[in-house]
């Protein structure tokens, strides 16, 4: 069953849950039935240059410093990176008109976490029904937009390959520019669609099933990456803990461990805190997933029974699992963090923010523990809201404007593409480049690459500008 999350939400102010913690929420507000919208791919300032953004053309857009230009600007944004179907409409105030998201859950519980094919084929019969859901939220047609915005990577590539056609064929059938935009530098970028404070340069730790990264964020599209995963990251720790202590896996891992931890002794199980005596910021779980393991066979912890049916106990018992491995868990975000943040200020002495985002951002216990942290280095943190962590359209649709106003896109594709086509995938995509001291040797074959890193691709397109 494919659940439809519909949310009609024009504005988000910003709230505190916790004292110096800048929280992102939603807030209904009416939207204007009519305002006046303008189509790049028919305007006369719609000019080619010879270099190139994410791997694909710029084109220059002269009066894109124009305030009525980008408050004017309406772009779809669509997102099939993993296992959840999502689109939204932003216009370029920052003003959300429409989100929509259609949940994997049920084939999440069914595999115990994503099944590459069959997340491919819940995407295909959703798709359509998602971005016609957006723009009728919205109260437009695909013939009101400035441009589309898709997820080109990283990701599973059966599931990227979904939302990239679906599109380009959008964008194909009316004219419409399009923007590749990296899944990573969305989730850091989303917090800038209402936190006005947060200008460049910038930290940001993004944490979810497939990724730990910590990046300082130069300006848009330039990022050095300061740590990064080593093996698992910590989405994928918490997935695999709450299978391990049958919880329901329907709303995902990481909530359903956090509220069984309230009931546990967070100290009484003795897991050690990965990599502690490596003095760099990348990121170990695979070792605390294996110490995790061994601590529920001790127990005699029977996944298959589901905590709701567990005695006193047995529930006890897995209560102070979950709360011990979620404080470890936490403790090696916090010390990396901290590492982090040092060789940032070394680097970008002015930054003032970190942002924390990424479907783990979600967690309570993460953001209060990190907000520690960050307060005593004299920076604020900026979390999105929940439905803003993890993944949606809206941070492809922000991303995708961001880009848009500086001119990097590409235009319009044809109509009809042969079957045969072969579409621009970046499975593995990296966003910036390794900062020296940042360096694993532990990483083996996750260093190969397909694809140069964001930051390399644009830097090359200044020089190439330049001259």
């Known amino acids: 069953m494919v659940r439809l999350f519909l949310t009609l939400s024009p504005a988000i102010p910003r709230f505190n849950l916790c004292p110096g913690i800048s929280i992102l929420a939603t807030k209904l507000r ?18 080619r240059t010879r270099f190139y953004s994410t791997g694909t053309r710029i084109y220059s857009l002269p009066n894109s410093e124009n305030s009525n230009f980008d408050d004017n600007l309406v772009v779809l944004g669509i997102e099939t990176s993993c296992d959840d179907t999502a689109a939204a409409v932003v216009r370029g105030t920052g003003e959300i008109l429409s989100q929509v998201i259609s949940s994997q ?25 998602v971005v016609q859901d957006a723009l009728d939220r919205a109260s ?23 939302g990239v056609r679906k599109a380009r064929s959008v964008a194909g059938n009316f004219s419409l520019p399009i923007v590749g935009v990296h899944h990573m530098e969305a989730h850091a ?11 460049f340069p910038f930290m940001a730790l993004l944490i979810s099933g497939g990724h730990n990264l910590l990046v300082l964020a130069h300006k848009l599209g330039q990022y050095t990456q300061l740590g990064t995963t080593v093996d698992d990251a910590i989405g994928e720790a918490f997935d695999k803990t709450a299978k391990w202590l049958g919880l329901d896996m329907r709303r995902s891992g990481g909530p359903a461990v956090e509220e069984l ?9 003795k ?21 995790v393991r061994l601590a529920i066979e001790a127990k005699e912890i029977d996944a298959k029974c589901p905590v709701s049916s567990a005695t006193n106990e047995d529930r006890r018992n897995r209560a102070d699992i979950a709360a011990s491995f979620q404080r470890v868990a936490v403790l090696h975000l916090e010390e990396k963090c901290e590492r982090a943040i040092d060789w940032a200020l070394e680097l970008e002495p002015s930054i003032k923010h970190m942002v924390v985002s990424g479907g783990v951002a979600s967690n309570k216990y993460v953001r209060l523990r990190l907000n520690n942290i960050v307060e005593n280095k004299n920076l604020k943190l900026v979390c999105p809201p929940p439905s803003l962590c993890t993944d949606n359209g809206v941070m492809v649709a922000w991303t995708g404007l961001e880009h848009f106003r500086v001119g990097r896109y590409d235009p319009p594709p044809p109509a009809t593409e042969p079957d045969d086509f072969v579409y621009d995938l970046r499975p593995r995509w990296p966003l910036g480049e390794e900062y020296a001291k940042g360096r694993s040797k532990a990483r083996s074959m996750r260093t190969a690459r397909i694809h140069p890193s964001l930051t390399s691709i644009i ?3 200044s020089l190439q500008q330049q001259t």
Do not use: W
Request: with cysteine; aromatic share 6%; glycine share 6%.
């Open 459 to 461: 830097r090359a397109d």
């Open 189 to 199: 970028l989303v917090a800038r669609l209402v936190e006005q404070e947060l200008s």
């Open 261 to 269: 931890a309230l009931e546990g002794d967070a100290k009484s199980v």
């Open 271 to 291: 897991f050690n805190v990965p990599m502690k005596y490596h003095k760099d910021c990348n990121f170990s779980y695979a070792g605390l997933k294996t110490q």
């Open 140 to 162: 437009l047609t695909e013939k009101d937009l400035s441009a589309v915005a898709v997820t080109i990577g990283p990701g599973l590539s059966l599931c990227l390959r979904v």
């Open 30 to 47: 009416t939207k204007t039935p009519t305002f006046s919208l303008i189509s790049p791919s028919s305007s006369p300032n719609f000019q």
């Open 105 to 129: 859950a049920e084939l999440l519980a069914q595999y115990g976490g994503v099944a590459p094919k069959q997340a491919e084929e819940a995407h295909s019969r959703v798709i359509d029904k």
